[in-house]
C-alpha cells in the first residue's frame, strides 16, 4: 500500500511594504499588527526608500508581541540605475551605487536582491539592459536574484506582461510578489508563494526557484480616500532625498560638534 503524502503547505510573503520611516502612511508597529490581525500571510519584508529604520523597528515589534508574523528587514535601495530590493538585511546597504556595488554590499550580508517593478516608466525600475547585468552579476557573485512579477501599483502593472514574458523566456529569475503597500489596507494586495512558512523557507524556495508571484484584489481609491493619496505622494517626493543627503548630513554635523577642542 503506498502511503499518502502529506499536503505541501505554502507560505504566503508579501515582500515589498512602506512604512511612515520613508514614503508609507502607517508606522512599523501598526504594519506588523495588522498583517499579524487582518491577512493570511506568513512573512512580510518592510522596504522602506534608502532606510533602515522601519525594517529595524518592524523586527522589534514582532519580537516584543510575539506576532505570529515573520518579518524580513530590507530597504528598496536607490543604485543609479533604479531602484533594488535587499532582503534579509543587517544594517543598510549605501545608496546611489552601481547595481554591481550595491549587489555585493548585500552579498557581504548574506542577503538577497530583488527587482522591483521591472521594466516601468513611471517610477526609478530597472530596464531590460539593467536586469541582465543583475542575472549576470548574481551568478558571478553567487548572490539570489529574484524578480517582482506582481505589484499591483499602476506604475508596475503597466508592464508585468512583458516582465513576465522575458522572465520566462530569457531571465529565467525567480518571481516573486509584493504589495508596494503604503497603506494598510493593501498589505497583502500581492504575495509571494512558497513551499514552507518561514524566512529560511522562502530563501530556499528563492534559490530553488520554486516560488509563485501572486496578485490578489487590492482596496480601491474610494476606500484609501483622495485625501489620504494626495498626502502620501508628498511624502513620497521627499522620502529619497530626506534619507540620502538629510540624515547623512546631519550625523556629520553633530559629530563635528561632538568632537573635543
Given at each position: 500500500?503506498?502511503?499518502?503524502?502529506?499536503?505541501?503547505?505554502?507560505?504566503?510573503?508579501?515582500?515589498?511594504i512602506h512604512?511612515?520611516?520613508?514614503?508609507?502612511?502607517?508606522?512599523?508597529?501598526?504594519?506588523?499588527?495588522?498583517?499579524?490581525?487582518?491577512?493570511?500571510?506568513?512573512?512580510?519584508?518592510?522596504?522602506?526608500?534608502?532606510?533602515?529604520?522601519?525594517?529595524?523597528?518592524?523586527?522589534?515589534?514582532?519580537?516584543?508581541?510575539?506576532?505570529?508574523?515573520?518579518?524580513?528587514?530590507?530597504?528598496?535601495?536607490?543604485?543609479?540605475?533604479?531602484?533594488?530590493?535587499?532582503?534579509?538585511?543587517?544594517?543598510?546597504?549605501?545608496?546611489?551605487?552601481?547595481?554591481?556595488?550595491?549587489?555585493?554590499?548585500?552579498?557581504?550580508?548574506?542577503?538577497?536582491?530583488?527587482?522591483?517593478?521591472?521594466?516601468?516608466?513611471?517610477?526609478?525600475?530597472?530596464?531590460?539592459?539593467?536586469?541582465?547585468?543583475?542575472?549576470?552579476?548574481?551568478?558571478?557573485?553567487?548572490?539570489?536574484?529574484?524578480?517582482?512579477?506582481?505589484?499591483?501599483?499602476?506604475?508596475?502593472?503597466?508592464?508585468?506582461?512583458?516582465?513576465?514574458?522575458?522572465?520566462?523566456?530569457?531571465?529565467?529569475?525567480?518571481?516573486?510578489?509584493?504589495?508596494?503597500?503604503?497603506?494598510?489596507?493593501?498589505?497583502?494586495?500581492?504575495?509571494?508563494?512558497?513551499?514552507?512558512q518561514t524566512?529560511?523557507?522562502?530563501?530556499?524556495?528563492?534559490?530553488?526557484?520554486?516560488?509563485?508571484?501572486?496578485?490578489?484584489?487590492?482596496?480601491?481609491?474610494?476606500?484609501?480616500?483622495?485625501?489620504?493619496?494626495?498626502?502620501?505622494?508628498?511624502?513620497g517626493l521627499?522620502?529619497?532625498?530626506?534619507?540620502?543627503?538629510?540624515?547623512?548630513?546631519?550625523?556629520?554635523?553633530?559629530?563635528?560638534?561632538?568632537?573635543?577642542?
Amino acid at each position: 500500500m503506498i502511503a499518502e503524502r502529506e499536503p505541501i503547505t505554502l507560505g504566503r510573503a508579501d515582500l515589498q511594504i512602506h512604512t511612515t520611516r520613508s514614503d508609507g502612511t502607517a508606522s512599523p508597529e501598526e504594519i506588523v499588527h495588522y498583517a499579524d490581525e487582518q491577512t493570511d500571510l506568513s512573512l512580510i519584508a518592510i522596504t522602506d526608500h534608502d532606510d533602515f529604520q522601519g525594517a529595524e523597528e518592524a523586527r522589534n515589534a514582532a519580537a516584543r508581541t510575539n506576532a505570529g508574523i515573520g518579518v524580513i528587514p530590507g530597504i528598496e535601495v536607490t543604485t543609479r540605475n533604479g531602484h533594488l530590493l535587499a532582503l534579509y538585511l543587517d544594517e543598510p546597504v549605501p545608496s546611489f551605487r552601481s547595481i554591481e556595488a550595491t549587489m555585493e554590499a548585500v552579498m557581504k550580508q548574506g542577503g538577497l536582491v530583488i527587482i522591483p517593478h521591472p521594466l516601468s516608466w513611471l517610477t526609478a525600475s530597472y530596464g531590460a539592459r539593467s536586469v541582465e547585468r543583475v542575472r549576470r552579476h548574481a551568478a558571478e557573485i553567487g548572490v539570489i536574484a529574484g524578480i517582482e512579477l506582481a505589484n499591483p501599483t499602476p506604475a508596475a502593472r503597466m508592464r508585468q506582461r512583458p516582465a513576465r514574458r522575458l522572465n520566462r523566456e530569457r531571465w529565467h529569475l525567480p518571481e516573486t510578489g509584493g504589495s508596494d503597500a503604503h497603506f494598510l489596507e493593501l498589505i497583502g494586495s500581492a504575495l509571494t508563494r512558497f513551499p514552507g512558512q518561514t524566512a529560511d523557507d522562502l530563501r530556499t524556495a528563492l534559490t530553488n526557484s520554486l516560488t509563485i508571484a501572486e496578485q490578489r484584489r487590492g482596496a480601491g481609491l474610494r476606500t484609501i480616500g483622495v485625501r489620504r493619496l494626495v498626502a502620501q505622494q508628498g511624502r513620497g517626493l521627499s522620502a529619497t532625498p530626506r534619507a540620502t543627503v538629510a540624515r547623512p548630513l546631519r550625523r556629520h554635523v553633530s559629530r563635528m560638534f561632538a568632537r573635543p577642542s
